[in-house]
């Protein structure tokens, strides 16, 4: 075995809770052949101790056949201790004037997590505070038609960092702006990487209060550029009562636990549908959110029922929270700053 197929091989192993690999997550330091013997040397930051034994075991489990037994491969790991919440991490920057970066995350699709990510940064900013919104969902954009701004061509500036553009008093980036509406992304991870490093730090964002990420759904390589590229704040999971909804938001939890990212609550959208007569009607279960949120010991910042005006504002481009400021988006931005003001 020669040293570009021992990377080759190593690079078929996963980072735990994650899509990507172990060499481009850049944790393998050192990986050559010596005779016939393999020696490996990663480095991991992490707290949770059963991240490196299932590394360590799986590249035992795929080379000890190959290289005739365990004697062959020499398997070292260098466990650091992840940076302390605010520290700023190797390959992690915070954006220059932005306070807090929120990611909003789901492990699936169709949880209403763009919804959730567009009222939310309207309920923090009706609260005087200065909000952008980031939607690093590449294949689906979808927060420049909830604004009403699909159609506005973006500029740059001196420096030539995109000027964001601004609706309802909240600065917005997104693919959107630079798609027609029928217009597919087609981009691989390298190039998808790289656009989400120029929405995060190639954008004008100013003087932020808050930088609200809308996440692609899953747990891919646009999710580990992102915690790998810029300090997060913290992260809230949405997710429906439905158990199905459930099982993928506990990936997204677990994605986030291994990198050091607090979550700072759990959203449950699409809780109820309450009719004319004023009867409620759990149509994707109940209670979902809230015993998750009770089993992860964090706050559950609200649960939001079906209603058609939701619907009808983000086709509008007016989201339902300017009009209802007693909605649970603005419940849950009361809830996050308190949180964020405390830490």
């Known amino acids: 075995m020669t040293n570009e ?21 850049g944790l393998v330091k050192l990986a050559e052949m010596v005779d016939d013997t393999a020696d490996i040397h990663l480095q991991i930051q992490t707290r949770d101790a059963e991240v490196p034994r299932q590394i360590f075991t799986a590249i035992h489990a795929l080379l000890d056949p190959q290289l005739n037994g365990p004697e062959n491969v020499k398997v070292g790991i260098d466990i650091q201790d992840p940076p302390a919440q605010g520290d700023s ?11 807090h970066i929120i990611a909003v995350a789901s492990g699936k ?10 009222n939310l940064a309207v309920a923090l900013a009706s609260q005087g505070l200065k909000v952008g919104l980031c939607d690093c969902d590449l294949y689906g954009p979808s927060i420049a038609h909830m604004f009403g701004v699909a159609h506005h061509d973006l500029t740059s500036d001196e420096n030539e960092n995109i000027i964001p553009i601004e609706a309802h008093g909240i600065k917005l980036m997104s693919m959107g702006f630079l798609l027609s509406d029928s217009s597919p992304v087609i981009v691989r991870g390298p190039l998808a990487n790289r656009y989400t490093q120029q929405f995060l730090k190639q954008v004008a964002w100013g003087e932020l209060d808050v930088l609200v990420l809308d996440l692609p ?13 810029v300090a997060l704040t913290g992260s809230v999971i949405v997710t429906t009562p439905q158990e199905i909804a459930l099982i993928d938001a506990r990936k997204a939890v677990t994605m986030f636990a291994k990198v050091n990212v607090p979550i700072l609550g759990i959203m449950e959208n699409m809780s109820w549908f309450e009719c004319d007569h004023g009867n409620r009607y759990p149509i ?6 809230a015993r998750e949120a009770e089993r992860l010991k964090v706050p559950l910042l609200a649960e939001i029922p079906i209603n058609p005006a939701t619907c009808q504002g983000a086709d509008s481009g007016n989201p ?14 009361t809830q996050l700053m308190a949180k964020l003001n405390s830490q």
């Open 109 to 118: 699709g169709g949880v209403g997590k763009s919804t959730v990510s567009a």
């Open 89 to 99: 991490a190797v390959g992690k920057q915070s954006l220059p004037g932005v306070k």
């Open 217 to 229: 759904p899953g747990t891919g390589d646009i999710q580990l550029t992102i915690v790998q590229s």
């Open 284 to 289: 994707f279960g109940e209670g979902g959110g």
């Open 320 to 333: 339902v929270a300017l009009t209802t400021p007693d909605s649970p988006y603005h419940q849950a931005a």
């Open 5 to 25: 197929e021992l990377r080759a091989q190593l690079a078929t192993i996963k980072y735990p809770g994650f899509s990507r690999d172990i060499v481009s997550f």
